[in-house]
């Protein structure tokens, strides 16, 4: 059963701060790992979709990394804004059987960031 | 391309009662998901359709839970006989089958709104 975790639970961060959220995962057996951010009371918004064959994937301010074989992946975000102050989530989809497609989520990391 | 819509967008209603969501997904979308997430946590998988095949269910979902997606448009999900545990933010997700562009594995899935229920 693939479970996924993420670190930190929650960061506080100034302006303009980079920083990086953590994900790991236990079955190393993916096809792609996928970033989203959810603002309170709101549904996802996907940002990144990094492939199993690739190392990193960029969209403006955000790069995602993946190292499959260590089942970890990290989301980097530069020079943070307060409009980043959101949840993000990372998931993993099942690749196979009748379960194909189906995501397993981490807990989140809750980021604030402040003026 | 209006993305994918849920509705309602809140419903409150006492314990004992029934309840039903709809999800409409984009448009050429074949595969629709159905998700559950409670405060703090990630969303859990429901269930899930390939056209208007419904795959796989999860344990999560009692007998109390049914979803249909009759025509393999739009999907809706009833809760009958509510219960204070059903209270939750309840998310519809649709994506293509593969990747696109020659992309392995399954594609990115597109969120809704969600629908948060409060049971009394």
């Known amino acids: 059963k693939q479970e996924v975790t993420q670190i930190p639970a929650a960061l506080s961060v100034p302006e303009g701060e980079n920083l990086v959220l953590n994900c790991s995962f236990t079955d190393s057996a993916i096809y792609n790992l996928q970033w989203f951010r959810q603002d309170p009371g709101k549904g996802l918004t996907s940002l990144l979709l990094?492939?199993?064959?690739?190392r990193e994937q960029t969209s403006g301010r955000l790069n995602a990394s993946l190292d499959k074989s260590s089942g970890r992946s990290t989301l980097y975000i530069a020079a943070s804004q307060p409009g980043d102050s959101a949840t993000y989530l990372c998931a993993v989809p099942y690749a196979g059987g009748t379960s194909y497609g189906k995501l397993t989520f981490g807990q989140g990391t809750i980021l604030t960031v402040h003026p | 391309d209006t993305g994918v819509s849920q509705d309602p967008r809140h419903k409150i209603t006492k314990r004992g009662q029934n309840v039903t969501f709809r999800c409409d997904p984009i448009s050429e979308h074949n595969r629709l998901y159905w998700y559950r997430q409670t405060l703090g946590q990630g969303p859990e998988f429901l269930t899930y359709?390939?056209?208007?095949?419904?795959?796989?269910k999860s344990r999560l979902l009692s007998d109390r839970f049914s979803a249909e997606r009759p025509k393999g448009s739009f999907s809706t999900l009833e809760i009958q006989r509510t219960e204070q545990g059903d209270s939750a933010m309840y998310l519809c997700a649709s994506s293509l089958e593969f990747g696109t562009s020659g992309m392995a594995g399954p594609d990115t899935q597109y969120f809704g709104p969600g629908t948060r229920l409060t049971v009394l």
């Open positions: 990094i492939q199993s064959s690739q």
């Open positions: 359709f390939q056209n208007e095949a419904q795959l796989e």
